[in-house]
Nanobody
């Protein structure tokens, strides 16, 4: 199985950029479809981005054009570059790994602990 650890969250102002990292261990990320999700207080976990094992990407409507998912295979790490941040992007961000290419959180067996992103307006 794979272990995931997110980092890079913090407090930023609206319009700023931030890059989240998700370091994997135990298995190579190249065999997994890697998802980014977020959860704000009182809300359900929301799909943000998908980076498939084959290198394709897919994004949630609310972040399309602003967020970019990528990976560094030698470092076994995936990234989420976030630009033009808005207050509504405030949430705990999670990376997750799945053998399926899916936007549904229930399809992901492995999760990191999450990193808080707070965007002040």
């Amino acid at each position: 199985q794979v272990q995931l650890v997110e980092s890079g969250g913090g407090l930023v102002q609206a319009g700023d950029s931030l890059r989240l990292s998700c370091a994997a261990s135990g298995r190579p990320i190249t065999i997994y479809n890697m998802g980014w999700f977020r959860q704000a207080p009182g809300k359900e976990r929301e799909f943000v981005a998908l980076l498939t094992a084959g290198g394709n990407t897919n994004y949630g409507d609310s972040v399309l054009g602003r967020f970019t998912a990528s990976r560094d295979d030698p470092k076994n790490t995936v990234f989420l570059q976030m630009r033009s941040l808005k207050s509504e992007d405030t949430a705990v961000y999670y990376c997750a790994a799945s053998t399926e290419s899916s936007r549904a959180p229930v399809r992901y067996a492995y999760w990191g602990q999450g990193t808080q992103v707070t965007v002040s307006s």
